[in-house]
């Protein structure tokens, strides 16, 4: 529920957002420190203008890995989260193993990937999967399974079938508990494209970002940062929006 | 004076019985939650199952509606029973019509003659005005209406209610009691209707069964045999205090 709320609880995390960018750039002007070290904000909202079309150019290529591989998520966690849901086998068997392959370090098979299945699209899309499905399953299985009790007995006493007790019951009560994973998988999918594109690759924001870091650009770098908050931002946004349109009984 | 007289039995009618259960036994985990209960229902009548909690109240309605299986002895009905649980249980997300709807949706009944049913009996639950809210935005007592509603179009003429007015204030209370029985009437339903509170069990039924506590068993089967023409007469009844006390007095 992060970034919903009333208009009013915009006020405080604004102003003390402006307050801190304000000490930073005053800290970087008084102190006079050289842009290879660190760029102060004016500097990055110059480097984002001057720079514009290089980084919109990365950053469709990075939006699109994301957005297939969100896509892809979220598809996979559907049909997994069901299968566990119908089948208790199935959910004995991976949910402890879905939990345990959380600990495994993203970063440190990226370049397996890469060594597999080379610098086009389908590493990062497999990265930006195995850390996006996680978040959607989880929420989708807890969200079936804490259907209460009473209510399958309703259900039961009206001789509803499997697919109505699912279309009717259980996958609107997921609904609320899914929109919060879609957030955390929306915020990882960024992440997980750049971390993909860092270790390989001829576009998308994190090769931009490897390079200008390398030139010790770092207005730029900075830049291409301010670009992805802001696109996550813009996107936990829409998700809320979504979200509050699916659940408009909440 | 009060134990069950087959005389007032008999004015009920020599009617058919729409439910019986002969001598059924439950346990959960080994400890045993209900022993020996036979009580049957007849064709139209009210009846109360009154017990402590944990008595196997609703346990009893759980094994009557399948949901629940029986270790020992037989359960016979006799016609399609509606079941409201002791939560309301709407859906948050759908409509009160829908709602109500639900149990026809789910029988593949045509959408707008199922919404045309529920549309018609909406006054009778005192719900117009409400059809397209949200069960978020309605009281208990119009929750538990509603719920009532979805319960009386999934049944046929058997409801069993458990403690529908339980979590209700005093005065919503007695106007729900009171357009139960109207609505009993209307429909000409048979109902059982399970309750903690004995002036309720009292006020509203023809025949109230006394549980014990755990394991439950059935201590008592009483006829009310005063106000039986207009129950509403009850509640300034001496008798009624009479009565309480008797039951108290089992509990
Ligand atoms: N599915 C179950 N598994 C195990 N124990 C159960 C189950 N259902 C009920 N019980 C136990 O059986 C006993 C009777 O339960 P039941 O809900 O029938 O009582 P009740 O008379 O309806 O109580 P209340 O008035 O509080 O609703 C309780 O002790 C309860 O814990
Ligand atoms: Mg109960």
């Known amino acids: 529920m992060i970034l919903k709320k009333k208009t009013g609880h915009w006020f405080y995390p604004i102003a003390a957002l402006f307050l801190a960018v304000l000490m930073w750039q005053l800290v970087v002007t008084l102190a006079d420190i050289p842009i290879y070290i660190l760029p102060s904000p004016l500097d990055t909202v110059k480097a984002l203008l001057t720079d514009f ?3 919109a150019r990365h950053l469709i290529a990075t939006l699109y890995a994301s957005l297939l591989g969100f896509t892809l998520s979220v598809a996979l966690a559907f049909i997994l989260a069901i ?25 440190a098979i990226t370049p397996l990937l890469i060594i597999w299945f080379g610098f086009g699209v389908l590493p990062k899309i497999l990265i930006i ?3 996006c499905f996680f978040p959607i399953c989880i929420s989708l299985v807890d969200g079936f399974d804490k259907v209460d009790g009473d209510y399958l007995r309703l259900f039961r006493s009206i001789k509803a079938n499997r697919w109505q007790t699912f279309y009717h019951l259980k996958l609107p009560h997921a609904m609320v508990n899914l929109f919060s994973g ?12 750049i971390i993909g594109e860092w270790q390989g690759g001829t576009d998308g924001l994190g090769v931009y970002m490897v390079r200008t870091k390398n030139a010790y650009a770092l207005d730029k770098m900075f830049a291409s940062i301010l670009v992805i908050v802001l696109i996550s931002v813009a996107l936990i946004y829409l998700i809320n929006k979504v979200a509050s349109r699916v659940n408009h009984w909440k | 004076m009060y134990a069950l007289q087959q005389a007032k039995a008999g004015h009920a009618g020599a009617k058919e019985e729409v439910i019986r259960l002969d001598r ?6 080994g400890s045993e939650v209900l022993r020996d209960i036979s009580l049957h229902l007849r064709k139209g009548e009210f009846v109360s199952l009154l017990g402590p909690s944990g008595s196997g109240k609703s346990t009893i309605l759980n094994i009557m509606t399948g949901l629940e299986e029986a270790d020992t002895g037989t359960v016979s009905i006799g016609g399609q029973i ?3 649980q002791q939560k309301d249980l709407l859906l948050p997300w759908k409509t009160v019509i829908d709602n109500i709807a639900l149990p026809l949706d789910l029988k593949g009944r045509n959408k707008k003659e199922s919404r045309a049913l529920a549309e018609s009996l909406i006054d009778r639950v005192g719900l117009r005005g409400y059809e397209h809210r949200y069960p978020g935005e309605m009281s208990g007592g119009m929750k538990q209406r509603a719920s009532f509603l979805r319960t009386l179009i999934a049944s046929g003429e058997i409801m069993l209610l458990d403690e529908p007015f339980g979590a209700l204030d005093s005065m919503t209370k007695s106007s729900m009691q009171q357009w139960l029985l109207e609505v009993q009437e209307a429909f000409g339903l048979t109902i059982l209707f399970i309750t903690h509170d004995i002036e309720e069990a009292i006020l509203l039924s023809d025949r109230v069964y006394v549980l014990s506590s755990r394991p439950g068993t059935i201590k008592e089967e009483l006829g009310v045999d005063f106000g039986v023409g207009d129950k509403r007469s009850r509640l300034v009844d001496p008798k009624l205090l009479k009565m309480k006390e008797r039951i108290r007095s089992l509990l």
């Open chain 1, 53 to 55: 079309g290089m980084i």
């Open chain 2, 24 to 29: 059924i036994g439950k346990r959960f985990d």
């Open chain 1, 129 to 131: 999967v195995l850390m």
């Open chain 2, 82 to 84: 509606g079941y409201m």
């Open chain 1, 182 to 193: 879609l957030k955390i998988a929306a915020t990882y999918m960024l992440m997980a494209a």
């Open chain 1, 83 to 107: 299968a566990m849901d119908s089948f208790g086998v199935v959910k004995k068997s991976l949910y402890p193993i879905l939990i345990v392959s959380q600990t495994v370090p993203t970063i």
